[in-house]
């Protein structure tokens, strides 16, 4: 009974759909197979010349939900219509569909629209592949004026090219959607001026990977990659040049980009020494080019750099990564070796105990890590069940909020497609919060936590939002509990994990004026991860001490100093050093330095007489 009064009113919306619009657009609603070009060009037309983008998107999404009374939604003939339904919303509105405020904040999206001509639109949909890629890729920080504009540069100089590699289109089009940022590329210090830098040459750029996939072949390889693996492609706004000289003279395997990293000798005598004594990573050449890092040799970022561009130029995703590690920091590379397998340990030294390694996500510029890039790209998300709860996730969010049961029944049929299905635990967090209820939020981040137990960074995510769940509800010894819990279970396997904990503990004691006791905890912790010592001191260590100085405690700041000072100190390249002096000169307490060598390694000690003479 209750299936039969939802099928009703989907037949009412329907009807109300169909009202809106032309006779000559029913037959969007008849989905037993693909779009013709003449439907599609009967769309654009229609909605260039008198708007209703979202009358027909809605219309689209109206004609899939009676047709998945099965719970599939895999058939190209819906996801066809679902792409084309979720873009037509965002050219009517200006909001992605997981941009909540946009969505309550959106007007008329006309501005966007009129940067185009009229015949590039007709070219974007006319090529239902590009159309499915930019709906599974384009994310709320991307800049929609900017993606529709780098897709028609691309088609206005190479249509045939974005019809073959659409997918190759779609990443051009997230990547450079807008100005990129001044430390990007991932170029150290003053070489920077010196590399072969070009902005806005996408069109070059995609020009050149068009035309050595098909000559070095590894044109396959480009039409089997998703955009959202293919933007670790492109994302090098570099003269193309420079990919053809990797290609002339740096003969590697595709499944060993890594291979590339050990190609470049380490140069020591690119730490150099300034005038003042201090230490700068100087790059002594004319140019920072592939060839001059080859010839000349650098440090860890520089045969990261080196291997990070040698990869792309053969047409596979790499990233840069850096972390830190018992001598402070590094820089190493990861690289697709495989369908949807990365390597993400390529000049990365186990010894050095580099736990968990950073990058930037070209499409957002956010921080990415490790082991967030590995979960992306599991195995799980190429699975039927993964792909059909997505699709049903995402039809549930292009619904109206007024069909809010429609809404989450779709939500509960992905859920039940796949439970660990990331970003529907993401969708109904969200929708928690925006109406706080303590309880319920237990009751999610418990069932999160169980949900993703062989994931740590998810599982201690839900566990750390516990914590906060407990402590509203006044469930302090639960809380204490978990917390305690947190910290010992990552300690040998993602120390950075424990450390961020054991930090959080720390402070929240130093803001409830409970001092002494987060000093003895911090104390303690330091001694027991000071085998991890550049996450204690970016981790630990700093947000512990400014944490002091903001409480006006200057001589718990000073010991705590003193304790990172006595436990952390001498690194061989003095990189431990150089952050817990940062550290000092942050809160205003002097340093002393003892015993350099060469290479910048010196044991430090709070100067006590020039700090008491100074206050």
């Not at 809605?58 to 939900?65: K, N």
């Not at 072949?217 to 090098?236: P, T």
């Not at 010894?477 to 947190?486: I, Y």
Request: net charge neutral; with cysteine; aromatic share 8%.
């Amino acid at each position: 009974m209750k299936k039969v009064l939802i099928l009703l009113l989907l037949c009412v919306a329907r009807v109300e759909a169909v009202a809106e619009l032309p006779r000559d657009l029913e037959c969007l609603q008849q989905v037993s197979g693909p779009l013709t070009d003449a439907q599609r060009s009967l769309i654009i037309d229609h909605c260039l010349k008198d708007g209703g983008w979202k009358d027909v998107a809605d219309q689209l999404v109206t004609g899939i939900i009676p047709n998945i009374s099965s719970g599939e939604l895999t058939k190209p003939n819906l996801v066809e219509r679902l792409r084309l339904a979720q873009v037509l919303l965002w050219l009517e509105t200006g909001w992605h569909e997981d941009n909540t405020q946009a969505r309550i904040d959106s007007k008329s999206n006309g501005s966007l629209i009129a940067t185009i001509p009229a015949e590039q639109w007709r070219a974007i949909f006319r090529l239902p592949e590009l159309i499915n890629s930019l709906g599974e890729t384009v994310v709320p920080l991307d800049d929609l004026e900017g993606v529709f504009r780098v897709l028609a540069d691309l088609i206005g100089k190479n249509p045939k090219a974005v019809a073959d590699y659409p997918a190759l289109a779609a990443a051009y089009a997230v990547v450079y959607d807008q100005k990129l940022p001044p430390s990007w590329p991932p170029i150290l210090y003053n070489a920077r001026n010196r590399a072969p830098l070009v902005v806005d040459n996408w069109c070059e750029s995609f020009a050149y990977f068009i035309d050595q996939a098909e000559k070095k072949g590894f044109a396959a390889r480009l039409r089997g990659l998703r955009a959202d693996e293919l933007k670790f492609v492109v994302d090098a706004p570099i003269d193309p040049a420079e990919f053809r000289w990797a290609l002339k003279n740096v003969p590697i395997n595709p499944g060993d980009v890594g291979a590339a990293f050990f190609m470049v000798k380490y140069d020591l005598t690119r730490i150099a020494k300034t005038a003042g004594g201090e230490r700068a990573l100087e790059w002594h050449y004319p140019d920072y080019t592939l060839a001059s890092i080859k010839k000349n040799g650098g440090v860890c970022g520089d045969q990261a750099y080196f291997a990070w561009l040698v990869g792309k130029a053969n047409g596979v995703p790499t990233i840069f990564l850096t972390g830190r590690g018992n001598e402070g920091g590094h820089a190493w590379v990861g690289f697709l070796a495989h369908k949807n397998k990365w390597n993400i340990d390529s000049g990365r030294y186990t010894e050095q105990r580099y736990i968990t390694g950073t990058a930037i996500d070209p499409q957002t510029w956010e921080k990415i890590t490790d082991h967030e890039l590995a979960l992306i790209s599991s195995r799980m998300t190429l699975s039927q069940k993964y792909i059909n709860s997505s699709l049903l996730l995402t039809l549930a969010k292009l619904l109206p909020e007024k069909r809010d049961q429609e809404r989450m029944q779709l939500v509960a049929n992905a859920t039940k497609e796949c439970p660990d299905n990331y970003r529907i635990w993401q969708f109904n967090e969200a929708r928690l919060q925006r109406t706080p209820d303590s309880k319920a939020l237990k009751e999610f981040y418990l069932g999160m936590a169980a949900e993703f137990k062989n994931t740590p960074d998810i599982r201690s995510y839900a566990q750390r939002k516990l914590v906060e769940a407990y402590r509203k509800l006044g469930d302090n010894t639960s809380a204490d509990q978990l917390e305690k819990k947190l910290v010992t279970r990552n300690k040998n396997d993602r120390a950075d994990i424990s450390i961020a904990t054991a930090s959080g503990m720390i402070t929240d004691k130093i803001r409830s004026g409970s001092k002494d006791d987060a000093f003895r905890l911090y104390r303690k912790s330091v001694q027991d991860f000071k085998k991890d010592a550049g996450i204690v001191a970016s981790d630990m260590v700093r947000p512990v001490v400014i944490a002091f100085s903001e409480a006006g405690d200057e001589d718990l700041a000073v010991k705590a100093l003193a304790v990172a000072c006595r436990e952390l100190t001498p690194s061989y390249f003095g990189m431990i050093e150089d952050m817990i002096e940062g550290i000092a000169n942050d809160v205003d307490v002097p340093i002393k330095s003892q015993h350099p060598n060469q290479y910048g390694g010196r044991t430090l000690e709070v100067d006590t007489k020039a700090h008491s003479k100074a206050k």
